[in-house]
T-cell receptor
Framework: QKEVEQDPGPLSVPEGAIVSLNCTYS??????FMWYRQYSRKGPELLMY????GNKEDGRFTAQVDKSSKYISLFIRDSQPSDSATYLC????????????FGDGTTLTVKP | EPEVTQTPSHQVTQMGQEVILRCVPI?????FYWYRQILGQKVEFLVS????????KSEIFDDQFSVERPDGSNFTLKIRSTKLEDSAMYFC?????????????FGPGTRLLVL
């Protein structure tokens, strides 16, 4: 079993739709949960960061973490064509090394 | 806004040659990382570095790889004798300390092609 499983996609939605991106994980030690956006052949860009369980909102983006279910989500409201990218979930334990474990990524296309 | 920078953006090399990938982490960050992403695959952890020593390394990071922080600003990844399978995007990342600085910020990457 992979440590981090991400809904594979690809996902194609019309402009203005609500998008839900999801990851599950198996390592109970994970405490930091991140969502990155990656455009083709570019570096991951940090979108959202959550420590432990709960919700966090930033503009059109909402990140949810449910540690009891080992499940995290990213919601994008009023999606725009500029949101078209690959979204990566990542998580890490509270260790000194602090390495992040990534999901495979979900490619999102928002059609005008 | 501070950012991680990497040079070169692209590197083409012959199999067996040595390459050095360079990174300038965000100033005042304490933890440094190298990740790689083979085309079409997930981002994979290579190595973490803190207080001038390796904190953790993956099974990918074998004896052909080494990291160094030669001065107060640069962080380098050296591949001693490149193999075809080393072709990938290599990302440097850095992280601060407590609270919001706990997140890793990634550089734009170096695309390495081994022929």
């Amino acid at each position: 079993q992979k440590e981090v499983e991400q809904d594979p996609g690809p996902l194609s939605v019309p402009e203005g739709a609500i998008v839900s991106l999801n990851c599950t994980y198996s390592n109970s030690a994970f405490q930091y949960f991140m969502w990155y956006r990656q455009y083709s052949r570019k570096g991951p860009e940090l979108l959202m960061y959550t420590y432990s369980s709960g919700n966090k909102e930033d503009g059109r983006f909402t990140a949810q973490v449910d540690k009891s279910s080992k499940y995290i989500s990213l919601f994008i409201r009023d999606s725009q064509p500029s949101d078209s990218a690959t979204y990566l979930c990542a998580m890490r334990a509270n260790t000194n090394a602090g390495k992040s474990t990534f999901g495979d990524g979900t490619t999102l296309t928002v059609k005008p | 806004e501070p950012e991680v920078t990497q040079t070169p953006s692209h590197q083409v090399t012959q199999m067996g040659q040595e390459v050095i990938l360079r990174c300038v982490p965000i100033s005042n960050h304490l933890y440094f990382y190298w990740y790689r992403q083979i085309l079409g695959q997930k981002v994979e952890f290579l190595v973490s570095f803190y207080n001038n020593e390796i904190s953790e390394k993956s099974e990918i990071f074998d004896d052909q790889f080494s990291v160094e922080r030669p001065d107060g600003s640069n962080f380098t990844l050296k591949i001693r004798s490149t193999k075809l399978e080393d072709s990938a995007m290599y990302f440097c990342a850095s992280r601060g300390g407590q609270g919001v600085r706990e997140t890793q910020y990634f550089g734009p990457g170096t695309r390495l092609l081994v022929l």
